[in-house]
T-cell receptor
Framework: DSGVTQTPKHLITATGQRVTLRCSPR?????VYWYQQSLDQGLQFLIQ???????AKGNILERFSAQQFPDLHSELNLSSLELGDSALYFC?????????????FGPGTRLTVL | EDQVTQSPEALRLQEGESSSLNCSYT??????LFWYRQDPGKGPEFLFT???AGEEKEKERLKATLTKKESFLHITAPKPEDSATYLC?????????FGAGTTVTVRA
């Protein structure tokens, strides 16, 4: 158990809908990262937050947004969902803002868009 | 654009049969190279960080090495519990790029 929690574990929704994925980092970790893992694309870095502020951006679509709250939990919002958004979404956390830090991954949320 | 290529895609080993996984990369300014292990349906688990050519790190039956263009993950005398997908990632500036992974299956 990495200490990172993600909810829900599974999510099934329809095209065009909007969903919110939630992540609670390990106690004491200030950075949260979001990743998307699909069969054809592998693991893709989406975005990083550090202590409430956006720190780095990867291959995140404009339909997706994220935020980190004062209690350090984070939410990833996915809107206007398409079939291709079906994937595993992982959250990871680390102590500081440096991407070189060891990242601890949560168990993931499996999103299925029908 | 940063590129990370892992080979082979899949590796089937007999218990005790040592082997190596390769991660070759093309990045503009390497800030670190990471190895992760991922079990099916679970999040990646951190194994090693390497920062400069010539650096080596070991953990149980795993040893990671780094050159200027590639990294190797050596698995010595593997056991069935070493079966997993091993992911390599490189960090340049603020972007972490992952390879597609090598799926290792160790038969008893």
């Amino acid at each position: 158990d990495s200490g990172v929690t993600q909810t829900p574990k599974h999510l099934i929704t329809a095209t065009g809908q909007r969903v919110t994925l939630r992540c609670s980092p390990r106690s004491g970790d200030l950075s949260v990262y979001w990743y998307q893992q699909s069969l054809d694309q592998g693991l893709q870095f989406l975005i990083q937050y550090y202590n409430g502020e956006e720190r780095a951006k990867g291959n995140i679509l404009e339909r997706f947004s994220a935020q980190q709250f004062p209690d350090l939990h984070s939410e990833l919002n996915l809107s206007s969902l398409e079939l291709g958004d079906s994937a595993l979404y992982f959250c990871a956390s680390s102590e500081s803002g440096r991407q070189g830090d060891e990242q601890f991954f949560g168990p993931g949320t499996r999103l299925t868009v029908l | 654009e940063d590129q990370v290529t892992q080979s082979p895609e899949a590796l089937r080993l007999q218990e005790g049969e040592s082997s190596s996984l390769n991660c070759s990369y093309t990045v503009s300014g390497l800030r670190g190279l990471f190895w992760y292990r991922q079990d099916p349906g679970k999040g990646p688990e951190f194994l090693f960080t390497l920062y400069s050519a010539g650096e080596e790190k070991e953990k149980e039956r795993l040893k990671a090495t780094l050159t200027k263009k590639e990294s190797f993950l050596h698995i010595t005398a593997p056991k069935p519990e070493d079966s997993a997908t091993y992911l390599c990632a490189v960090l340049s500036d603020y972007k972490l790029s992952f390879g597609a992974g090598t799926t290792v299956t160790v038969r008893a």
